[in-house]
């Protein structure tokens, strides 16, 4: 079983439940954007607790990446992670995650589920190909909202919110649907990149499926 030991190099909040950690990167540990590891915690209570999270830097990062939410009801992993500083360690694990760019498309996310798109968004804003490409960001506030402004920079235009639990004049309100699905799809035959909360998730698929989006045409992780 690959494990990697790494101290973290810096941490800080992008929203109020989210921060980024910044790791040591072994020695010819790769990966393609989009793709994930599990972690653990470098310390004997938590050694065995395994979590998956996604790779968010560029492959030429000398370091690697997470942006990890914390889910303070669950009183696990990402709390204690979210405790750690730097110089503390973790445990890198075998690369895996069916989620890599396969065309210009259609980026659809809910919450932490924009992860994958964010290595993915990077890599093509820095390979000048990230034209053509479209983000739906579903979340409940605005302070949920993880790098805004980056991604406003990225996709311009491009980049849709929608918060279901805060009414404001400068994003939509609601959940993503059909109607709201049918205005932002351009091409039909497009690539759909999809990743969130499961109930998000099974909600967009069906609402994908209504407008005759065919499955092969859908890149995610299995549920």
């Known amino acids: 079983m690959e494990e990697h ?12 439940d989210v921060k980024f950690f910044r790791l040591e990167r072994p020695d010819g540990y790769t990966f393609i954007p989009g ?30 990446e997470f ?8 009183k696990g992993v990402t709390n204690a992670i979210h405790q750690l500083k730097v110089h503390d360690e973790l445990i890198l694990h075998e690369v895996f995650g069916e989620i890599c760019y396969k065309g210009k498309g259609l980026f659809i996310a809910g ?15 820095k390979k000048k190909e990230i034209e053509g490409n479209r983000l739906i960001f579903a979340n409940k506030t605005s302070k949920d909202i993880i790098l805004e402004n980056e991604l406003k920079e990225l996709l311009g235009e491009e980049f849709i919110n929608i918060l279901s639990e805060e009414k404001t004049k400068d994003y939509q309100y609601g959940f993503i649907n059909e109607d709201l699905l049918r205005s932002k799809i351009i091409d039909y035959n497009q690539r759909f990149y999809l990743c969130g909360p499961p109930a998000m998730m099974e909600s967009v698929l069906k609402q994908l499926a209504k407008l005759g989006v065919p499955k092969e045409s859908i890149m995610m992780e299995p549920m």
Request: hydrophobic fraction near 40%.
């Open 35 to 64: 793709q994930a590891t599990d972690v653990t915690v470098n310390t004997p209570a938590l050694k065995d607790e395994k979590r998956a999270f996604t790779f968010t830097n560029l492959f030429s990062s000398p370091y690697i």
């Open 67 to 74: 942006i990890i939410k914390r889910y303070t009801s669950h």
């Open 111 to 125: 919450g932490a589920g924009i992860t994958p798109f964010i290595a993915i968004l990077r890599d093509l804003k």
């Open 5 to 16: 030991i790494v101290k973290i190099l810096e941490s800080g909040y992008l929203t109020h």
